[in-house]
C-alpha cells in the first residue's frame, strides 16, 4: 500500500472491525458523515469480507495509520467506484481527535487520489461535504478540488471533484 511521510495506508482487517464500529457510532463523525447504513458489527465485518474485490464491490475501505506503528488512527474509503466512467467518491476520517488537524488526512488523500489513479485507472475522485464541515470543506479546497454542484439531501452538501 502506498506510504508518504506521516501516514500509511493499509487494506482494513477484521483486527480493525471494532474500532471502526466506535468510531461510526461517535457523535461527531455521525453530524458529518452521509452514510445511510445501519451501524453494526455484523455490517462492518461484512464491508472487511467485501474488500477482496473492489471491482465487484465498487468500494474500498484502507486505514490510515502513522508510518511508525500499524495501529489505525482513522480510515479512508473509495465508494461508489464507476469504473466505466472512471470516477469514484472518497471519504476520510482521522478518528483519534487530538491527531486531527495535523495533516494526516490530506496526505491520506494524496495517497489514495495516487493509488486510484495508478492501480484503479480511476480519472476522477469526488466527493460530497456537509456545509457546516468547515474543516473538510477547506482539506478538499487545499487539495485542488473544485466545487461543482450543491445539492440537498437530508441536508445540504457541496460537491467536490479532483481529477486525475
Not at 462492518?44 to 473492489?54: C, H, P, R
Not at 486505514?63 to 480510515?75: E, K, P, T
Not at 491527531?99 to 488526512?105: C, E, Q, S, T, V
Not at 464541515?133 to 441536508?155: G, H, M, P, R, W
Amino acid at each position: 500500500m502506498p506510504k508518504r511521510k506521516a501516514v500509511h495506508l493499509r487494506p482494513i482487517e477484521k483486527k480493525d472491525a471494532f474500532s471502526v464500529y466506535l468510531w461510526e457510532l461517535d457523535h461527531e463523525t455521525q453530524l458529518v458523515t452521509q452514510s445511510e447504513i445501519k451501524v453494526s458489527l455484523q455490517n462492518i465485518y461484512a464491508l472487511i469480507e467485501q474488500q477482496t474485490d473492489v471491482y465487484n464491490s465498487s468500494q474500498l475501505r484502507l486505514m490510515v495509520c502513522l508510518s511508525n506503528r500499524d495501529a489505525a488512527i482513522g480510515m479512508i474509503d473509495l465508494y461508489d467506484i464507476d469504473f466505466k466512467k472512471g470516477n469514484a467518491y472518497v471519504g476520510v476520517l482521522i478518528a483519534e481527535k487530538l491527531l486531527r488537524n495535523k495533516g494526516y488526512a490530506r496526505q491520506a488523500l494524496i495517497l489514495m487520489a495516487q493509488y486510484a489513479k495508478k492501480e484503479l485507472e480511476l480519472t476522477c475522485l469526488k466527493a460530497e461535504v456537509q456545509r457546516r464541515n468547515e474543516a473538510s470543506i477547506a482539506l478538499f479546497e487545499s487539495l485542488n478540488y473544485v466545487k461543482y454542484a450543491e445539492k440537498t439531501v437530508d441536508s445540504t452538501l457541496i460537491s467536490f471533484k479532483l481529477d486525475l
